[in-house]
């Protein structure tokens, strides 16, 4: 049996309001069908407990459980909330088959008063009766399209690109900067070398006598 909060207003039934345009042929088939779904779940109603109403303002058959106590009624009432909404899919599935309803627009399951139909479905989880339909569940984020690693690969390619670049960017910045530096320095470079080589110094030749008789020293200037 499932545990859950009890509804103790009196006067009030679980209540399964079925949508449709369609004419119910067989009231005994209906409530057939819904003791079966109701007996998957372990919850016994017998089908003598069960009354069913045509409220034409909206198009719906409801389907009451009487002669329930509170705890009953809740434990019916969220019975469908176990797998919503596959639980009320397959029972439009169902009651299809031998009832004359072939087309079901909705199924709302709810505890409130007598002879009127669910305004919409109880929330799953409240434990109370008229409230609004569960939210429906966020919709999952879109997985990456694929291709997703040919933009990474282009972007490996541009990075490797990029570093090319700047290796040979840096490489012709030195160069110059070594030619400007040479530029600057070569004159200091060419006083030092001009400054340290040695001077020519005259070379005396062999002396050569003069008609005088005065020998005189010849000159020759070193290469």
């Not at 409230?131 to 690693?149: L, Q, R």
């Not at 070398?193 to 008789?213: D, L």
Request: proline share 8%.
């Amino acid at each position: 049996m499932l545990a859950l909060p009890l509804v103790a207003l009196l006067g009030q039934v679980a209540k399964v309001d079925i949508r449709t345009a369609d004419t119910l042929t067989s009231e005994e088939v209906l409530k057939a069908q819904l003791k079966a779904a109701y007996a998957g779940g372990g919850l016994d109603v017998a089908t003598e407990h069960m009354t069913v109403t045509h409220a034409a303002m909206v198009g719906a058959y409801v389907i009451e459980v009487t002669a329930a106590t509170p705890e009953v009624r809740a434990q019916l009432d969220a019975y469908w909330c176990v797998n919503d909404p596959a639980l009320r899919n397959t029972f439009k599935d169902l009651i299809v088959l031998g009832t004359g309803l072939t087309t079901i627009d909705a199924v709302h399951t709810c505890v409130g008063a007598s002879g009127e139909p669910c305004a919409s479905s109880t929330v799953c989880g409240s434990g109370g009766g008229g409230g609004s339909d569960p939210a429906p569940a966020p919709e999952p984020e879109p997985e990456p399209e694929s291709g997703g690693g040919g933009d990474t690969k282009k972007k490996d390619d541009d990075d490797d690109k990029l570093s090319t670049t700047v290796i040979v960017l840096i490489t012709i910045g030195a160069l110059v900067t070594c030619a400007l530096l040479a530029c600057i320095v070569w004159p200091y470079i060419e006083s030092c070398w001009t400054q340290s080589a040695p001077k020519s110094e005259p070379i005396m030749g062999p002396i050569t006598p003069t008609p005088s008789g005065v020998a005189l020293p010849t000159l020759f200037n070193a290469v």
